[in-house]
């Protein structure tokens, strides 16, 4: 894990008083590296990775800064369990095991110890829950706003990769667990009064901003390789990245509007605002996956997907032609945008 630095004023409390960057290094990121031997404790340039007998590694990086992808107040804790599970999110998608990630951190000025701390926790906090260790990266200070870019590398049976691209008509979608929450999430987290327009108790209004906060990467595995014809992540909203799925794949795609899947605050809030139904299936950020599943394939995925402790639900099937439709009882429902697009 290499640094380099500008320069600059102190800050105080900053945790250059451990030392430096390499103390910086030892301190807060070398512990995240224990128990994965090609990391050589981040006291080595490069890390060394083999994927276990018969396997293939894949690749993913995704980036979270602030005043984008999370607010430059947000606890550190939760901006580090946030910039890992965004990427095993993609990992999860493609019916891969996580292993390692590198980190590359950028900061406008020194941090706090405590700052530093708290990434610290959360991101070890991620990785015990998905299995997975850190093995070196990058700290270097620059002009803008805090950033993380993390690259997650897992491990699927050779040839078992899940492609994106892969889809028929015919196929049946599902999602996992349930969608909307963190848009609603980001709006609470702007406005909290928002909760009180939405009928939302204290409680239902926390739950909906904890899963814009922390997002659960669906790790289903071999679930997902054996009954997946293809999947992805869903990221920028179900319209935008059903989207990507049809066009990657060569067909349309028409959903039931009524059969996605909210969660009970959720529901509740679309009760009092119907508006909000755009940003539920647009808004982003639910870091749940889209699976398009044979229709013979269909009851076995959901029962073996629940075992796992991951709920599916059936949201609409491919068909021969282009774009995306939803439905509600037999209404075309228009949308103003289709999701998140950073330009």
Aim: proline share 6%; net charge negative; charged share 20%.
């Amino acid at each position: 894990m290499t640094s380099r630095s500008t320069g600059g004023r102190r800050a105080t409390g900053d945790v250059r008083s451990l030392g430096g960057e390499e103390a910086l290094i030892q301190r807060y990121f070398a512990p995240l590296a224990a128990g994965y031997p090609g990391a050589f404790g981040l006291a080595d340039d490069c890390a060394q990775i083999a994927p276990a007998p018969g396997c293939e590694l894949v690749v993913t990086t995704d980036a979270v800064a602030a005043g984008v992808h999370f607010f430059p107040d947000d606890s550190p804790r939760d901006i580090g369990w946030k910039a890992l599970a965004v990427n095993v999110s993609d990992l999860a998608a493609k019916g891969a095991r996580p292993v390692a990630y590198v980190l590359a951190i950028a900061l406008p000025e020194a941090p706090t110890d405590d700052w530093m701390s708290e990434l610290a926790a959360g991101l070890g906090e991620a990785q015990r829950a998905f299995a997975c260790h850190l093995i070196g990266g990058d700290t270097d200070r620059r002009p803008g706003p805090p950033s993380i870019t993390i690259t997650a590398l897992g491990e699927v049976p050779a040839g078992t990769m899940v492609r994106r691209g892969a889809a028929r008509p015919g196929c049946d979608l599902y999602v996992t667990g349930t969608l909307g929450d963190a848009a609603l999430g980001l709006m609470l987290r702007r406005d909290p009064g928002l909760a009180r327009g939405w009928g939302l108790d204290e409680a239902e209004a926390r739950q909906l901003v904890g899963r814009y906060l922390r997002p659960q990467p669906r790790l289903l595995g071999e679930v997902l390789r054996r009954h997946a014809v293809a999947a992805m992540d869903i990221s920028d909203g179900l319209a935008k990245d059903l989207g990507r799925m049809a066009r990657a794949s060569s067909v349309g795609a028409l959903v039931d509007a009524g059969a996605v899947p909210l969660s009970p605050a959720a529901r509740r809030a679309l009760g009092r605002d119907a508006g909000l139904w755009e940003q539920i299936v647009a808004g982003g950020d639910d870091y749940e996956l889209l699976v398009a599943v044979a229709p013979a394939a269909g009851a076995a995925f959901a029962t073996e997907a629940a075992a796992a402790g991951i709920p599916v639900t059936r949201i609409g099937h491919c068909v021969v032609g282009e774009g995306v439709a939803f439905d509600l009882d037999g209404t075309v429902m228009q949308l103003d945008r289709s999701g998140w697009d950073h330009f």
